[in-house]
């Protein structure tokens, strides 16, 4: 039975982790749960799964969570604020914390697991990308495992087992290709935040729907590949394949292309970042061929999607600027999911702030380093926004 600890409990994928929990009592059990706002989802889990400790970021529900479970018995340890979601990344008896926040915000929870033992099951792909000098290193010194649940990489990780070491040639990641692959990109300036939200194929958070729309998902997938399976950029391709059934693939040093293919579900990856080594049987929909009909690819497009890119650029300046590309990115999405800037300000806005950054660009950043180019760059995006504000376009940091 394996005691997990659950951050971002009420996202899509601290949902579908849940789920995963209730349909295999005798395999899973829940020790914390850590939330961002959702007061009454939380508690409706705490009620469910009975965890030990929990926590809830935003210090003022604090009292909302504790009255909404004071009838539980026994009480589990409530807690608040950040402090208190990196209590529930570091409590117990849990194995494996799998990470479910969105964002940099990930990252010291994450850090604070595996400063405590912990195996990571990482969804939270930003913490790799704005941490992996950091975080990295702590993998190794403590000694824990790093297992990939975002689909692509649990894809990757899938093929390359039983591959010996050295047998690896380059991985290709498979993008659907977001909500505007079939839009002509002169229509992309008008695109509103509803039509962003439109995924073709996968039902998720609002901001990492948002980075498929932009493509910067993909190229977020890049760079946290680079980290994961210490591959080259040149090692690492994106191919447009728009009915994610194949997840990715690897090619060996022989050209033999290997792949791992399954319905578009994010329970997949995450069970088996829960149950690593082992295969666990399941009721889910069973993978048919002839019912997915045709399987088909096609070359990125650069030019309509600058944020593959920009992150490519980013990953390879290595340092502070993948954490200045993921900062400028969140806030980015964030201005335009306000309906503050348009959706083609999201790569002007990172471009402009990754340009601003090459010559600070710290090559071996602390933790400290990390932290402080995070919130350079989320301040950089706000100041250009504000500027600009009062001008008759809504943005444009060019
Ligand atoms: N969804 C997917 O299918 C998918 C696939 C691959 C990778 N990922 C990655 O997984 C991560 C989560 O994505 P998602 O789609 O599940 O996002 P989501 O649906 O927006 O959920 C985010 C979760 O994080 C919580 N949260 C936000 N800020 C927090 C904080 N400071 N402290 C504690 N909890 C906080 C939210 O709590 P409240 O709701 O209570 O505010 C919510 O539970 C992202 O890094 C994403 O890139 C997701």
Redesign the pocket.
Known sequence: MKAINL????????TQTLDIVTHHPDRFRIVGL?????VKM?AAQIRQFRPKIAAI?SQEKLPALQEAVKDLDPQPILLAG?AG?IEVARYGDAETVVT????C??LLPTIAAIEAGKDIAL????TLIAGGPVVLPLVNKYGVKLLPA??EHSAIFQCLQGVPKGGLRRILLTASGGAFRDWDVEKLAEVTVADALKHPN?S?????TVDSATLMNKGLEVIEAHFLFDLDYKDIDIVIHPQSIIHSLIELQDTSVLAQLGWPD?RLPLLYALSWPDRIYTEWEQLDLVKAGNLTFREPDHQKYPCMQLAYAAGKAGGSMPAVLNAANEQAVALFLEEKIQFLDIPRCIESVCDRHQNDNCTNPSLDDILAADRWARQEVLNATKKLATSSRIISVR
């Open positions: 951050l971002g409990s009420t996202g899509s994928i601290g850590a939330a961002g706002n959702n939380l970021c950040e979601v479910g926040i969105v964002g915000a990930g969804a939270n792909k930003e975002d689909s996968w998720m958070g609002r901001k990492i994010m």
